[in-house]
């Protein structure tokens, strides 16, 4: 069982940045795939980015490209979003999620297996 926990989410003006956080609990998260989703109002929830553990693959979700970068600090068991120019199509709940398998930065939201309760993210024009 590991527990997700989000934050760092917050108000911001068009073009500013925000830093997520996703604390994992329960077990290490050394050997497991991380994302990050998001979901709009009225919209499906989507993928933003991923990163693996096994060959070090890093995804990005087409809209978030050199904008937003992911990384993880295994020893904290924790994995961050560095979000910057942020636009108000980026306003949305964001959720960190755990993939147990490792090879794979995989972009498909049933490919994984552990889910935080969320953060929302607010870019205002």
């Known amino acids: 069982q590991v527990q997700l926990a989000e934050s760092g989410g917050g108000l911001v003006q068009a073009g500013g940045s925000l830093r997520l956080s996703c604390v994992a609990s329960g077990r290490p998260l050394s050997s497991y795939t991380m994302g990050w989703f998001r979901q709009a109002p009225g919209k499906e929830r989507e993928f933003v980015a991923g990163?693996?553990?096994?060959?070090?693959?890093?995804s990005y979700a087409d809209s978030v490209k050199g904008r937003f970068t992911i990384s993880r600090d295994n020893a904290r068991n924790t994995v961050y979003l560095q979000m910057n120019s942020l636009k108000c199509e980026d306003t949305a709940v964001y959720y960190c999620?755990?993939?147990?398998?490792?090879?794979?930065?995989?972009?498909?939201?049933?490919?994984?297996?552990?889910w935080g309760q969320g953060t929302q993210v607010t870019v205002s024009s």
């Open positions: 990163i693996a553990w096994i060959g070090g693959r890093i």
């Open positions: 999620a755990a993939d147990t398998k490792p090879y794979f930065a995989s972009a498909t939201m049933t490919d994984y297996d552990y």
